[in-house]
């Protein structure tokens, strides 16, 4: 099983096209992709719902105070807690 951590604030654009050319070289694998996002403001939280996929673990953070690397360690157990 392959995971995949992602944190997003205010990035609609970038998440978007992270995830047009991403998918298709996840076709075939066991994954799922989680993404933090840390209370965006600009539609990512409802693009990311938009994709409609099941592989996919959102996260909705209420806040964008945390440094990256507590964001990604606040991911990291949240991903092993959803294994």
Same mark, same amino acid.
């Not at 105070?65 to 507590?70: E, L, P």
């Given at each position: 099983?392959?995971?995949? #951590?992602?944190?997003?604030? *205010?990035?609609?654009?970038k998440i978007s096209d992270l995830y047009k050319?991403?998918?298709?070289?996840?076709? /075939? #694998?066991? $994954?799922?992709?989680? &993404?933090?996002?840390?209370?965006?403001?600009?539609?990512? &939280?409802?693009? &990311?719902k938009n994709w409609n996929n099941s592989k996919?673990?959102? &996260?909705? $953070? /209420?806040?964008?105070?945390?440094? $990256?690397?507590?964001?990604m360690n606040r991911l990291f157990k949240e991903? *092993?807690?959803?294994?």
């Amino acid at each position: 099983m392959l995971h995949i #951590l992602t944190l997003n604030w *205010n990035a609609k654009d970038k998440i978007s096209d992270l995830y047009k050319s991403l998918l298709p070289n996840l076709e /075939g #694998l066991d $994954y799922t992709w989680h &993404i933090k996002d840390n209370a965006s403001k600009d539609g990512s &939280i409802d693009e &990311i719902k938009n994709w409609n996929n099941s592989k996919i673990n959102l &996260i909705e $953070y /209420g806040h964008n105070r945390d440094s $990256y690397a507590v964001g990604m360690n606040r991911l990291f157990k949240e991903s *092993n807690a959803n294994a």
